[in-house]
């Protein structure tokens, strides 16, 4: 087994040790003092406990855009997806997102590093 270095290594291990393969959604976000908007995503079909962060960094890579973090979700309780579904259901949580930004809580949110991060609603002054 390869050697777990970030939170997110922690979390893909726990979750596939957990339920075994499974489709996993994620979204790119751009987060500033005061918001997190999300910008682009994916789905991966997670086989075996191997990945770790600088295989999905490889994969941010090619989304072109410049983020600085990222919210993944597994694609249903049932593991594996098929590909239409997993584009699907990435369609339906992308437009939520925009819409509701609190949806994340529900994810595994992670910074550039592969560290957990939190949201928190800004209350008005």
Same mark, same amino acid.
């Given at each position: 087994m390869r050697p777990i270095e970030t939170d997110f290594d922690e979390w893909i291990v726990r979750t596939h040790d957990e339920a075994g393969d499974f489709t996993m959604l994620f979204l790119l976000v751009a987060i500033t003092e005061t918001t997190v908007t999300p910008l682009r995503g994916?789905? +991966?079909h997670v086989m075996g406990n191997e990945t770790r962060w600088p295989e999905m960094i490889a994969h941010f890579l090619g989304a072109g855009v410049s983020w600085q973090g990222v919210v993944f979700y597994r694609a249903g309780r049932e593991g594996l997806v098929p590909d239409a579904e997993a584009k699907a259901? +990435?369609?339906? +949580?992308?437009?939520k997102l925009h819409e509701d930004r609190s949806l994340i809580k529900e994810g595994e949110f992670f910074n550039e590093d592969g560290l957990r991060l939190?949201?928190?609603e800004m209350k008005p002054h």
């Open positions: 994916a789905w +991966l259901r +990435l369609t339906a +949580l992308s437009h939190q949201i928190e």
